[in-house]
């Protein structure tokens, strides 16, 4: 019997293990921002603004064949693992068993700030999720009362924001959805 020489583990494997790992001890509403695990507590204002929208996009959102969720998103090859607001996401690519999917793989993400992350949704999310090629952001700033859509991410950022605007300006969501928010709930 000959000892085998030791070989690393292809390093994407370990760290999809810590994320996953993240989310059984940590429990199942926790992130990964850049590394530091944060546990997911959304206030009932954050909620009441996510089923708002949820209300208003949801006969759209089964017209495409789509559903809404505030799932798992993963920033592979990234210390990143996100829980947004609401995510509108193809009905297949949720049907999968995956613990999680990719941000390219939605239509629309929504996150909602409140006093401890607005910074990470303003700045961290919105960067990452460009780079990850979420087609459409929605950024709802409870402290700024404001409401800003970003779109055409790139690996820069996103090269067009549609705001800030403060809530009671409706929201116009480009197509897929052509359809138009009242932000007066929000």
Request: net charge negative; hydrophobic share 35%; with cysteine.
């Amino acid at each position: 019997m000959s000892v085998q020489p030791y070989q690393p583990a292809d390093p994407a494997d370990l760290e999809r293990a810590l994320k996953i790992a993240v989310q059984h001890v940590a429990g199942d509403r926790a992130e990964i921002i850049e590394g530091v695990i944060q546990p997911v507590s959304p206030t009932w204002g954050d909620e009441g603004v996510a089923e708002s929208i949820r209300d208003q996009i949801h006969a759209r959102v089964r017209e495409l064949g789509c559903r809404t969720g505030s799932g798992n998103i993963d920033l592979p090859g990234t210390p990143n693992w996100y829980v947004p607001d609401l995510a509108v996401v193809p009905r297949e690519v949720m049907a999968k068993d995956a613990p999680s999917i990719l941000p390219d793989q939605s239509l629309l993400i929504v996150e909602v700030t409140s006093p401890s992350d607005g910074d990470t949704d303003r700045v961290t999310k919105r960067r990452r999720y460009a780079q990850f090629g979420a087609p459409l952001y929605l950024l709802v700033d409870r402290q700024d009362e404001t409401w800003t859509l970003y779109s055409a991410p790139g690996a820069l950022g996103y090269e067009h924001a549609e705001g800030p605007h403060p809530f009671g300006t409706p929201l116009r969501l480009p197509e897929p959805f052509e359809l138009v928010l009242d932000t007066g709930e929000f």
